[in-house]
């Protein structure tokens, strides 16, 4: 079969559709733009406590980077933990962790009480080591994490990796058994029955070109215009991620929009799935320009990373099944002869800082920032701010840290020093 250019975990699932004849509220309590799991959450928790809430979408539900990313359901962030102490602080980094591990606690609980058919599974994740350097340092970080967060990673040994891995290039391995995996797509078309379930009114090709503030005796509100007409929202909630549209142009310049890009192998033996992942972990490797990889729940070898800096187009995911391959090939020679069967692309929304960012921009709420480690913490985020928005005490960890605009260059919609940023990754991974 040649390579198909499309994401493979829709044709696991049917996602959900809006009725095309309902027409859109003249108001409502609160207006989520964006139908990934951020805005899902946030929509589906809000109903649940009685509030009216509709859901905005400019393509299908969840078309973002939450139906096409690698399913990972991750603890931790992004950057080492000195690096965070030393900017945020020992007491917000502590809170930023525990809301990592909590996010997966709060994407299980959504997914028994919703009945969420999703394979989720905790099955821990597994970093691999690319240089010994590296490999030696996981013991330095497994101990500081185990002293500031009181949670444990296992280090596993190169004479050991055998049975987390069937790969020999790597120096040895760091496993972190709360972590788990999903498939993406089953839980984004789960999250959107739950929320309308819950009697969230949800508006799939309803893009939104714009939000004006008002101001007058009751308060502030929002005009919020789509080519389907206008309502008018008390509070607005910014949950477009990394596909953040000139609509809410003060979020979108705080954005950096990078490419990651996926395949998929045909379905695999039984024996060569367990001979490449005994323990079917989430794994990813320790470089900046890293790889990502996990086996399906029907047994595919699916293998990510940012084969281009780009944000996806056609020429882009074209490139990148042929790059991808042989980084596949590289860690797994069994899978030379093995082929690949799908091959998609999306966008991760990174801030310049590299952490989640969650807040108030022109009187809306936001949460955007995940860097690709979304699905976990943009579940926890979308929920926490629903909570927000229904007067508990903010105690989100990612809000009020100062939220600088990237240089241009690298914000959306002026991207063009994005290659710079890979070269210098790249130039990185080669130096440390
Ligand atoms: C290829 C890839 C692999 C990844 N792998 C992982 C992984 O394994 N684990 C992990 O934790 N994270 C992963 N991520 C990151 C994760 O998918 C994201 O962080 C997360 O899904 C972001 O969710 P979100 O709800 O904030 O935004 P999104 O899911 O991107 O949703 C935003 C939505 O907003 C809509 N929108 C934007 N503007 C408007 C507008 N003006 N009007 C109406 N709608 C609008 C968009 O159409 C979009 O559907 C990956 C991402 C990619 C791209």
């Not at 108001?27 to 929509?43: E, F, H, K, R």
């Not at 999703?118 to 690319?130: K, Q, S, T, Y």
């Not at 860097?371 to 005490?393: F, M, R």
């Not at 063009?416 to 990185?428: E, M, Q, T």
Request: glycine content about 10%; hydrophobic content about 40%.
């Amino acid at each position: 079969m040649a390579i198909q250019e499309k994401n493979y975990w829709l044709e696991t699932v049917t996602i959900p559709s809006a009725d095309p004849s309902k027409s859109l509220p003249d108001s409502v309590d609160v207006a989520v733009i964006g139908s990934g799991v951020t805005g899902l959450s946030a929509a589906r928790a809000l109903a649940k406590r009685g509030m009216r809430v509709a859901v905005l979408e400019a393509e299908t539900f969840g078309w973002g980077a939450s139906s096409r990313n690698g399913g990972m359901v991750l603890t931790g962030m992004k950057l080492p933990v000195p690096t965070l102490i030393s900017r945020y602080g020992r007491e917000a980094v502590q809170r930023m962790y525990a809301a990592s591990v909590a996010s997966i606690d709060c994407v299980e609980q959504i997914v028994r009480e919703e009945k969420i058919d999703c394979n989720f599974a905790r099955c821990g994740h597994l970093e691999v080591a690319c240089k010994q350097a590296h490999f030696d340092g996981y013991a330095e970080s497994a101990a500081r994490i185990a002293r500031e967060f009181d949670h444990k990673l296992r280090i596993v040994p190169k004479s050991e990796l055998r049975s987390e891995i069937g790969s020999d290039i790597y120096y040895g391995g760091l496993v972190d058994e709360v972590s788990a995996g999903l498939n993406p797509a089953r839980y984004v078309a789960g999250l959107v029955a739950a929320a309308q379930r819950a009697g969230a009114a949800l508006f799939d090709h309803t893009r939104v070109d714009g939000v004006q503030r008002e101001r007058g005796n009751g308060g502030q509100k929002f005009r919020v215009h789509t080519p389907k007409g206008a309502l008018v929202a008390r509070e607005v909630i910014l949950a477009s991620g990394a596909y953040t549209t000139t609509a809410s142009p003060a979020l979108r310049k705080k954005l950096i929009p990078i490419g990651s890009y996926i395949i998929a192998t045909e379905v695999l033996s039984d024996d060569l799935a367990r001979e490449l992942s005994p323990k079917n972990r989430m794994i990813y490797d320790s470089k900046h320009f890293l790889y990502y990889y996990r086996l399906t729940p029907d047994r595919r070898m699916l293998f990510g990373g940012r084969a281009a800096f780009f944000p996806e187009t056609e020429n882009t995911v074209r490139r990148s099944a042929e790059i991808l391959r042989r980084g596949m090939i590289g860690v797994y020679p069994q899978l030379r002869d093995t082929k690949v069967e799908f091959v998609w692309g999306g966008t991760l929304d990174f801030a310049f800082d590299v952490i989640p960012h969650t807040g108030q921009i022109d009187g809306m709420y936001y949460s955007v920032g995940y860097a690709g480690h979304g699905v976990a913490i943009g579940t926890y985020l979308g929920t926490k701010i629903s909570d927000l928005i229904c007067g508990e005490p903010n105690d989100l960890p990612f809000d009020g840290i100062p939220f600088r605009n990237p240089p241009i260059g690298l914000r959306s919609g002026h991207t063009w020093a994005l290659p710079l940023a890979g070269v210098y990754y790249k130039f990185l991974d080669w130096v440390s």
